[in-house]
């Protein structure tokens, strides 16, 4: 699933607080992307999220989807342009393909000209969380082979 309007200042660690309350162990992938092109470095206002079982995914859309962002998150009234969050499928619908996109993603390893740390980058990385809630390390990022290049027919003289 995907959620947006989630407030730009709160950091991964914040947004695992808040959905430990009533789903931890429920999920088993969180990806808040970080916006490193503002001063200090922030999420992009929306986040991915994969829950274990269908049932869970509904419970966290009918809580969420067409709330204001201050009862979904529990922050004090009123807050700066209240929105309303939005709840919808994500566009890679299985944890196997988000993983894979974002492994082959440049930003994700760190490969794009930014002007924050590694340090700053890993605390915005995807995390992936066991059946116990708890985050583990996210798989190894891929890089593409040599050999996995299609190469085009060689042509009668040999060329290709």
């Not at 991915?48 to 049932?55: L, Y």
């Not at 890679?92 to 082959?104: F, G, K, M, V």
């Amino acid at each position: 699933l995907i959620l947006k309007n989630v407030p730009a200042s709160l950091s991964r660690a914040q947004v695992i607080k808040a959905l430990n309350v009533k789903y931890k162990g429920a999920y088993d992938f969180l990806y808040l992307p970080g916006d490193f092109s503002a001063p200090v470095a922030c999420s992009r206002g929306f986040l991915f999220v994969n829950f274990r079982s269908a049932k869970r995914a509904q419970q966290f859309t009918k809580e969420f989807d067409q709330k204001k962002v201050s009862a979904c998150w529990g922050l004090p009234t009123p807050v700066p342009e209240d929105k309303v969050c939005e709840v919808q499928p994500a566009r890679l619908h299985t944890l196997e393909r988000s993983i894979e996109r974002l492994q082959a993603a440049p930003s994700s390893k760190g490969t794009s000209p930014t002007k924050a740390s590694p340090a700053e980058k890993a605390a915005w990385y995807p995390l992936m969380f066991g059946a116990d809630g708890e985050p583990m390390p996210f798989p190894q990022w891929v890089t593409a082979s040599p050999t996995a290049k299609t190469q085009a027919p060689a042509t009668p003289s040999g060329r290709r």
